[in-house]
């Protein structure tokens, strides 16, 4: 059940990356029903600002994790960046497409332990993709009837926050791990175009049977969101791109020539080894959405 925050607590501190502090609340206050209100410390602020967390925590969290908290450059990249990238499943929408996917078609747990696996780092992206797929191989009907029963869930405030960015001329892309035929909709909602999204292509034969999935894709394999964003820094001249994402693969994205700085999303999965390296975590977009 998913921990509501009712009443507040305040917290103030700076959160290293290397040795993080953990978070810390008044004597008597349930760690399930509170809401926090975030204050970068005077020496990494930037004016007033003031990071608060709105919304309710994800039901894997039980308290306040330890978040990164941004630097005056992170700040700067973030306000100035040229483009921003999003991963797709637990960022911009609620839930992970080929877990869904493959509940959809009976095999939904084993799926999901395989998930868990790839976001955390613990396998290479390629391995856990190809092995899920095998789990249930999705038929082209299997896709169309699940997409005609499961519109997309998307997450509070990315409709908000894509807005924005968009207001101040700044590009939006989707770079995920995820289906294309699966986050097309998802684009369609957010206003992006499609040419935008980099993602894995389900493949199938004549009759409609699951053929695989499209190695060529650069999200097909570890580092892949590094490489699509390379790419787009070489085509556009972007000099300041952001990544944002919960996983171990939107992490890799900040490699040389990839992304400038990663913000991890733990607003619905938290992972702790990501947050961890992150250099900003967020909890919920209001927090973005401000500080821009």
């Known amino acids: 059940m998913e ?9 103030v501190g700076a959160f290293s990356i290397s040795r993080p502090r953990h978070l810390t609340c008044s004597p008597g206050l349930s760690s399930r029903s509170r809401k926090q209100h975030w204050v970068l410390p005077p020496r990494r602020s930037v004016g007033h600002l003031i990071m608060r967390a709105s919304s309710t925590l994800p039901a894997s969290i039980s308290s306040p994790p330890p978040c990164p908290s941004p630097s005056q450059d992170t700040l700067g990249i973030w306000q100035a960046a040229d ?12 839930d992970e497409g080929i877990d869904a996917l493959g509940e959809f078609c009976g095999a939904g747990k084993a799926v999901a332990a395989w998930t868990s696996r790839a976001m955390g780092g613990s396998v290479p992206f390629e391995d856990a993709l190809a092995a899920r797929l095998a789990l249930f191989k999705p038929s082209l009907m299997d896709v169309e ?6 519109p997309p869930k998307i997450s509070p405030g990315i409709e908000e ?28 909602i957010l206003r992006i175009q499609e040419e935008n999204i ?22 097909s394999k570890s580092g892949g969101k ?31 020539g990839g992304a400038d700085i990663f913000v991890c999303f733990g607003g619905v999965q938290f992972r702790v080894p990501v947050a961890a390296q992150a250099d900003w975590c967020v909890l919920n977009f209001r927090d973005l959405i401000e500080s821009l």
């Open 83 to 94: 483009a921003v990238c999003f991963d797709v499943d637990s960022t911009v929408c609620t």
């Open 198 to 219: 980099f993602a894995n292509k389900l493949l199938f034969n004549e009759n409609g049977s699951y053929a695989g999935f499209d190695i060529k894709e650069p999200t």
């Open 161 to 188: 926050l894509i807005r924005k960015l968009h207001s101040k001329g700044k590009a939006v892309y989707l770079i995920s791990g995820g289906f294309r035929q699966m986050i097309a909709p998802v684009a369609k």
């Open 226 to 256: 590094a490489a699509a964003i390379a790419h787009l820094k070489q085509k556009f001249g972007y000099k300041k791109l952001v990544m944002i994402g919960d996983g171990a693969t939107d992490l890799e994205a900040r490699q040389p």
């Open 3 to 11: 921990a509501v925050l009712m009443s507040s607590c305040t917290v």
């Open 145 to 150: 009837s699940f997409l005609a029963s499961n």
